[in-house]
């Protein structure tokens, strides 16, 4: 069974700080993706990555896929209140048509 | 603008009582998923269809069934609900489940709570 570890589960910053949102896995995936998801709302895809070692900025956030596609990060650059919320990453096999392997979530909460 | 729908939003149904959950969408996907996702947990894939073609996974309890009537729309009903399948339920769509760029896109979900 292929895995997603995500780390940390919790983060509770300052606005202002850098924060950086892991997931490992011992299995390859094809494509990884990364989502946002408010209290209450359905989770909103923010990103894509599909090549080994590729780099996606959205704003203040980078996206980054691990070599080997077995691992990505997620890096937030001076975060803000609005950018609270459980952030997930889900992974496609490769041999497992459409299903997602989700990552346990990060909950983050960035105080004003 | 092309998304995914769920109705309603919010569900309150009694113990043992059917309850029907709707979802539809406007983006022509041929693939239509179903989630539950219990509070800050990643969600866990109930079932899917390819088309009209349903995919159940093995560890979805049978109290649960879904129906695809056409593109458009897909239905989860819940037989005899009990306490434990309180939660929130997401709808996605993929426009095909083969290729790593067809991404899954989801739903606002239908929160269900049983009483």
């Known amino acids: 069974t292929q895995l997603l570890e995500q780390s940390p589960q919790f983060l509770s910053i300052q606005e202002g700080e850098n924060l950086t949102v892991y997931c490992n896995s011992s299995?390859?995936?094809?494509?990884l993706q990364w989502y946002r998801q408010e209290p209450g709302e359905g989770p909103v895809l923010l990103v894509t990555?599909?090549?080994?070692?590729e780099v996606k900025k959205l704003k203040r956030l980078t996206f980054q896929f691990g070599d080997a596609r077995k691992d990505s990060s997620l890096h937030i650059t001076a975060a803000q209140p609005g950018d609270t919320g459980l952030y997930l990453c889900?992974?496609?096999?490769?041999?497992?048509?459409?299903?997602?392997?989700f990552g346990q979530g990060t909950e983050l909460s960035v105080k004003p | 603008d092309a998304m995914v729908i769920q109705n309603p939003r919010y569900q309150v149904t009694q113990f043992g009582k059917p309850v029907t959950l709707s979802c539809s969408q406007t983006?022509?996907?041929?693939?239509m998923y179903w989630y539950q996702q219990k509070s800050s947990q990643a969600p866990k894939l109930l079932f899917h269809?390819?088309?009209?073609?349903?995919?159940n996974e093995a560890d979805t309890p049978d109290n649960f069934q879904s129906r695809r009537p056409n593109t458009s729309f897909c239905f989860l009903d819940i037989r005899s609900p009990g306490l434990g399948d309180a939660a929130m339920y997401l709808c996605?769509?993929?426009?095909?489940?083969?290729?790593?760029?067809?991404?899954?896109?989801f739903g606002p979900g239908t929160r269900l709570t049983v009483t």
């Open positions: 996605a769509t993929s426009r095909d489940r083969s290729g790593a760029r067809y991404e899954q896109y």
């Open positions: 299995s390859v995936f094809s494509s």
């Open positions: 990555v599909v090549t080994g070692g």
């Open positions: 889900a992974g496609r096999p490769g041999n497992q048509g459409g299903k997602l392997i």
């Open positions: 983006l022509n996907h041929n693939v």
């Open positions: 269809y390819y088309d009209k073609d349903f995919n």
